[in-house]
Structure formats: C-alpha cells, structure tokens
C-alpha cells in the first residue's frame, strides 16, 4: 500500500515536471515565432 502511494506521489510530480516544461517550450516557440516576424 505504501509503494503504491510512494509511486503516485512520483507520477503526480513527474507529471508537474512534464507539464510545465511543455509550457516553457510552449512560451519559448511563442517567443521565438514573434521576433521572427517582427
């Protein structure tokens, strides 16, 4: 019971991880895409 919680907890944080990375890269190609055209 203890490693199954232990595991959610990790999945739930890797997740977050996986989450805002693919927010920073969302922003950078935000970024990067308006200085190309300007």
Do not use: P, W
């Not at 919680?5 to 890797?14: G, M, R, V």
């Amino acid at each position: 019971m203890y490693k199954s919680t232990n595991f959610y907890t990790q999945a739930k944080q890797s997740m977050h991880t996986l989450d805002s990375q693919c927010t920073d890269i969302l922003y950078g190609i935000k970024y990067v895409g308006r200085s190309e055209l300007e």
